[in-house]
């Protein structure tokens, strides 16, 4: 078994015992009381780079990064310092997130919040948006059936929910190609061996169209990292154990937000 199918496996154990507490159709009454999801796609896509910061307390390739005790503490940083999106892992069991650090954002903080974990479900989707999200998080690699994935995706678009679509290889960005997604999340680490591979951006961002906002995933450290990304065409990145481990979050997303590249012939 593959470090991802092992995720996955814990993530459906957990998402049965919440459908058996909360019954879809008592999900989708609370839909009624939610503010209208917001849309990031206007800060992403304005000029100089755009970061979408993460909380993250652990994960399967380094274990334990940061204890956050108040996430909204540290989203708010992350909001002062100009996040494009704030990005909550509500994985509990290999990241130790949970709904619960979501919705204590979604009170703190007016930036779209992106819901990152392994969603496979209409139930997921809709449990996103009842937190407050307003981006899920859809892997290519997760959701492996191509009209599973386009049913995901419409049905996560009726919500008013944004997707970022996340890719690894060349196969999963011909999907994302398919599905005419407008968020598109090349993951520099592979999930089934947790390597971190930083050439996979440059590799596969010049297959990914044009019309997508493309976002560089995982491994980012540097204003210096963010310059090279943007060269190669990323308007997004998305940077989790750098921020969380940065003694001061909020001038750590300022530092990466609105660069416009090395400047590579721009000097003269
Ligand atoms: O902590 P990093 O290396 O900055 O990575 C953040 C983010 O890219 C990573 O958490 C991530 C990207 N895609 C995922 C899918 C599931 C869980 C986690 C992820």
Do not use: C, W
């Not at 989203?75 to 919705?103: H, W």
């Not at 998080?137 to 419409?154: F, K």
């Not at 990145?237 to 660069?259: C, F, H, I, N, W």
């Amino acid at each position: 078994m593959s470090v991802l199918d092992d995720i996955v496996a814990g993530v459906r154990l957990d998402l049965a015992r919440r459908e058996a507490e909360t019954p879809l159709h008592e999900l989708r009454a609370m839909l009624a009381d939610v503010a209208p999801a917001l849309d990031p796609m206007p800060h992403f896509r304005a000029a100089g780079s755009s970061v979408i910061a993460e909380v993250k307390r652990s994960s399967p390739s380094k274990g334990h990064l940061a204890d956050i005790p108040e996430p909204a503490d540290l989203a708010a940083a992350y909001a002062r310092g100009g996040a494009g999106a704030i990005s909550v892992l509500t994985e509990e069991r290999r990241f130790k997130g949970s709904l619960a650090d979501l919705r204590a954002v979604r009170a703190r903080v007016d930036v779209p919040i992106l819901r990152k974990d392994f969603i496979f479900s209409t139930y997921q989707l809709v449990e996103a948006r009842a937190a407050g999200a307003d981006l899920v998080l859809l892997m290519a690699s997760v959701v492996t059936d191509q009209s599973e994935l386009r049913r995901l995706h419409d049905e996560a678009g009726e919500l008013g929910l944004t997707v970022l679509l996340e890719v690894h290889d060349e196969e999963e960005v011909a999907r994302a190609a398919d599905l005419g997604a407008q968020l598109v999340g090349v993951n520099a680490r592979n999930l089934k061996t947790l390597e971190v591979d930083t050439s996979t951006f440059s590799r596969l961002a010049p297959l990914v169209p044009d019309t997508a906002v493309k976002v560089a995933e995982s491994g980012i450290f540097s204003p210096d990292d963010v310059n090279g990304y943007v060269d190669e065409g990323a308007r997004v990145v998305l940077v989790g154990e750098a921020l969380v481990k940065d003694g001061d979050p909020e001038q750590g997303v300022r530092s990466m937000t609105g660069l416009t590249g090395r400047g590579t012939g721009a000097e003269a």
